[in-house]
């Protein structure tokens, strides 16, 4: 285990699908290639990243609360879909220590009406979209400076 100070970059539902999902919105960089530029950014930033995924909304929670009881610096959270729907993620983000840092690749307010709401948003301490794959290089710079 590290001495690093530990970030935390959770994708929800559907981001294993980057690469191949509706490339003309999220572009063509696949999550493990996102994650593998992350890795070593973190490491030019003196800090490690902990990149996972899932397309549940209650294992996004226990990571969460996971990031709380390890003492995480920082989580990245693209919650895709359910940055829409999901009060529990809020309530998660809202019950732990750690700042949560919200990512999305495109910018949900230049898109359908119903991803205008953010419930991660609301709870978040900051946000990065509309950038591609950079809102998470750009979010993880941010972290690593908190």
Known sequence: MSDLPLIYVLSGPNLNLLGTREPEIYGHDTLDAIHARLTAQAAELGVA???????????????????HFRGAKAVLLNAGG???SSIALHDAIKSIA???????LSDPMKREAFRHL?????????????H???????????????
């Open 49 to 67: 990243v902990d990149c996972r995924q899932s397309n549940h909304e209650g294992v996004l929670i226990d990571w969460l609360h996971e990031a």
């Open 82 to 84: 359910y940055t829409h």
């Open 98 to 104: 750690v700042p949560v840092i919200e990512v999305h």
């Open 118 to 130: 953010s419930y991660v948003g609301m709870a978040a301490a900051a946000h990065f979209a509309g």
């Open 132 to 146: 591609g794959a950079d809102s998470y290089t750009l979010a993880l710079d941010a972290a690593a400076r908190l």
